[in-house]
C-alpha cells in the first residue's frame, strides 16, 4: 500500500482553487508589451485588443521597460528576447525577479524567432511562464495565456509565501492545493518539495520526492533528491544521481551544476571545472555561471580557460544586474599570472571605478598585490600589503569571510602578521561551530608556519564566541527577556556574521513578542536579522521556522518586510 505523503502540519488553504474552464475576463488586466521594433509591437497589441484588453503599455528596449515595471505592477509582461542595444529580455527578466517587480500571479512570456538551444535554455533559467516563438497568432496566444493564466492563479498564494520567505506556511498551502486540483498535483508536489527543501526540511522533502518518483521518472525529482544526498554529506551518492539524470537528459542544467558542486565537495576540482565547462557551452549567457567556472579555472591554475569564461562573464554582464565584479578581480589575476601587470592594474581601477561596496577597495587591493606578488615583484607586493594593512586599520566593519581568508594569505605572504591573525580569529569567532570552515582557517595558519599557534588563537576565539552567546541565553532563560534582547544587539555588533548569534538574537526578540504582544520595531528587527542570515547561509531549519512564527505574531494583513 502507498503510504500518505508527509504533511508539515494541518493547516487549510486560505483560497479555494479556480476552475480551469472559467473564462478569463482578459479586458481588466495591465500589459506590457516589450520588442525593439515598432511593428512587432503594433501586431501585439491589435492581437491584445481583439481579446478585449484596454489597459497596455509599450517599451522599446529593456531600459524602458525597467522604468515602465519599477512603475507599474503588470499582470501580463510580453517581452521579445532580443532587444537590440542595452539589457536583453532575459536581462530584463533577471532583474524584475531580484527587484521583486513582479506580482506572484504576473504572468511572463519571452517571445522571439530565437530557436537556438542557447537562446531557449538561458531565457529558461530566468523562468518564464512560457517561451512563444515568432510569428504569433492570434489563436496561439489566447490559448497560451488561458493555460498560465489559471496556472499562476493556483499558486498565487503559494508564491506570496515563497516571496516572503514563509516557506514552510508555501508548502502547507501546497497541501491544501494537491487534494482538490488532481490536475495541478504533480507541479504542487514539486513547489512543495522545494520549499521544504528551502525551509532545511530535508527528510520531508526526501519523501515528497520519493514519492513522485513511485508515480513516474522525472528528472527534478531526482535531482532533488541528489540536492539532499549533498546536503547530508552523501558526495559520492549524489554524484551518481546528477550523473543518472545528465545521462537521460544532457540539456537539465541544473543537472549539470549540482554535479560540478558535488565534485568539488570531494576535493575533485579537476572534474568539477570539466562540467562546469559543459555547462557553460550548453547555456552560456548565465553570468554565475561563466563567474564559477572562471573561478574553478584560476584555482586550477588553467590561465586560457579562466580568462576565457572571465571575458565571457564580462561581456554578457554589461547590462546585467548580475554584473559582478569577481571577472574583472580574475581577469586581473589571469593578466598578473601572465606578468602583464599594466593591463591587471587598469582592470582594478575599473573595479574600484565601477562598482559599488564596502569591501570593493580592499578586494581591490588585495588583488593588486597577489598579482605582483604571483609575478615575483615582492617590493610592490609588500607596499600593496602595507597600504591593505592601513586600509583595514580605518574600516569599522570587517569585510565578507572569503575576503578575510584572501587577505590574511597575502598579508602573511608579504611578511605581516598582527592583521591576517586579527582577521583569521575574526572568522574563527563568527564560524565558532563551523567545523570545516575552521579547518580553512588553520589552513592558512599552517601555511604561515604558524601551526600551533593557530590552533590555540582558534580555540580561544571559539571560546569568546561561545560565552558572548551563552550570556544572552542565560538572560532569556532566567526571565531576563528585555536584557537578553539588548545583550544580543552586542553580540550581533561584535560578530555579526555567527548563525548560532544570529538566530537566538531573533528567538529572544520573538519570546519577548510573544510576552508584550506585537511591537513594529522588534518585529523589522528580528525580520532583518533573519534575512541576514538567509543572505550568508540559506536553507536553514531554524530561519524557516522562525519566519513561520514571526508570521503568526503579526496583525492579519501584515507581513514582515521579506525582502528588505
Known amino acids: 500500500m502507498t503510504p500518505a505523503l508527509p504533511t508539515t502540519t494541518t493547516m487549510p488553504a486560505t483560497a479555494s482553487a479556480p476552475n480551469p474552464n472559467a473564462p478569463v475576463d482578459w479586458a481588466d488586466k495591465r500589459y506590457l508589451l516589450i520588442d525593439d521594433f515598432a511593428g512587432v509591437r503594433q501586431l501585439l497589441r491589435e492581437s491584445l485588443r481583439n481579446l478585449g484588453a484596454k489597459h497596455i503599455d509599450q517599451a522599446a528596449s529593456g531600459g524602458e521597460a525597467m522604468v515602465l515595471l519599477a512603475r507599474t505592477h503588470y499582470d501580463v509582461v510580453l517581452c521579445d528576447y532580443n532587444l537590440g542595444e542595452g539589457k536583453n529580455g532575459q536581462q530584463v527578466l533577471e532583474e524584475s525577479r531580484i527587484k521583486h517587480l513582479l506580482l506572484p500571479s504576473s504572468v511572463w512570456l519571452m517571445v522571439s524567432a530565437e530557436k537556438s538551444v542557447e537562446s531557449v535554455m538561458g531565457a529558461a533559467e530566468h523562468r518564464p511562464d512560457a517561451y512563444i516563438i515568432k510569428p504569433i497568432t492570434e489563436g496561439v496566444l489566447l490559448t497560451r495565456l488561458n493555460r498560465v493564466w489559471t496556472r499562476k492563479q493556483i499558486f498565487r498564494d503559494i508564491d506570496q509565501a515563497f516571496a516572503d520567505k514563509d516557506f514552510l506556511r508555501a508548502a502547507k498551502l501546497c497541501d491544501g492545493r494537491i487534494a482538490g486540483d488532481p490536475l495541478h498535483a504533480t507541479d504542487l508536489l514539486r513547489m512543495k518539495a522545494a520549499m521544504l527543501l528551502k525551509s532545511g526540511e530535508r527528510e520531508l522533502a526526501c519523501a515528497v520526492y520519493e514519492r513522485v518518483l513511485e508515480e513516474r521518472d522525472y528528472n527534478w525529482a531526482r535531482t532533488g533528491l541528489g540536492k539532499i544526498r549533498m546536503a547530508n554529506g552523501e558526495h559520492e551518492a549524489a554524484r551518481q544521481m546528477f550523473q543518472s539524470v545528465i545521462a537521460e537528459n544532457r540539456f537539465y542544467i541544473d543537472a549539470f551544476d549540482q554535479l560540478a558542486q558535488s565534485y568539488a565537495l570531494m576535493g575533485k576540482l579537476e572534474e568539477s571545472c570539466d562540467v562546469l565547462e559543459k555547462a557553460a557551452k550548453l547555456s552560456p549567457n548565465s553570468v554565475p555561471r561563466q563567474r564559477s567556472l572562471g573561478l574553478a579555472a584560476l584555482k586550477l591554475g588553467n590561465i586560457a580557460l579562466a580568462e576565457k569564461a572571465f571575458r565571457k562573464c564580462i561581456d554578457i554582464g ?71 594593512e592601513l586600509m583595514l586599520a580605518a574600516e569599522k566593519k570587517r569585510p565578507d569571510t572569503p575576503t578575510c581568508l584572501e587577505m590574511a594569505t597575502l598579508l602573511f605572504a608579504v611578511g605581516v602578521k598582527e592583521a591576517p591573525v586579527e582577521l583569521l580569529c575574526y572568522v574563527a569567532r563568527n564560524n565558532h561551530d563551523n567545523m570545516p570552515l575552521l579547518d580553512d582557517v588553520q589552513a592558512v595558519f599552517d601555511h604561515a608556519r604558524m601551526g600551533e599557534e593557530g590552533q590555540a588563537l582558534i580555540k580561544a576565539s571559539r571560546k569568546e564566541a561561545a560565552d558572548m552567546m551563552n550570556k544572552g541565553v542565560l538572560l532569556w532563560k532566567t526571565g531576563k527577556v528585555g536584557d537578553a534582547v539588548q545583550w544580543m544587539r552586542v553580540a550581533r555588533a561584535a560578530l555579526p556574521n555567527n548563525l548560532r548569534i544570529l538566530f537566538n538574537s531573533a528567538q529572544i526578540i520573538i519570546s519577548q513578542l510573544q510576552q508584550t504582544g506585537y511591537d513594529l520595531a522588534l518585529t523589522s528587527e528580528a525580520t532583518e536579522v533573519l534575512m541576514h542570515v538567509d543572505r550568508i547561509a540559506p536553507g536553514q531549519l531554524r530561519f524557516a521556522q522562525l519566519m513561520e512564527q514571526l508570521a503568526e505574531l503579526s496583525p492579519i494583513g501584515f507581513a514582515p518586510a521579506a525582502g528588505a
Open 318 to 388: 554589461e547590462y546585467s544586474i548580475l554584473k559582478t565584479a569577481d571577472a574583472y578581480l580574475g581577469l586581473a589575476r589571469v593578466f598578473g599570472q601572465k606578468n602583464d601587470a599594466r593591463e591587471a592594474l587598469r582592470l582594478l581601477a575599473t573595479v574600484v571605478r565601477d562598482f559599488a561596496g564596502d569591501t570593493l577597495e580592499l578586494r581591490a587591493k588585495i588583488t593588486e598585490g597577489l598579482v605582483y606578488h604571483e609575478s615575483g615583484d615582492y617590493r610592490r607586493a609588500r607596499k600593496s600589503g602595507d597600504e591593505l
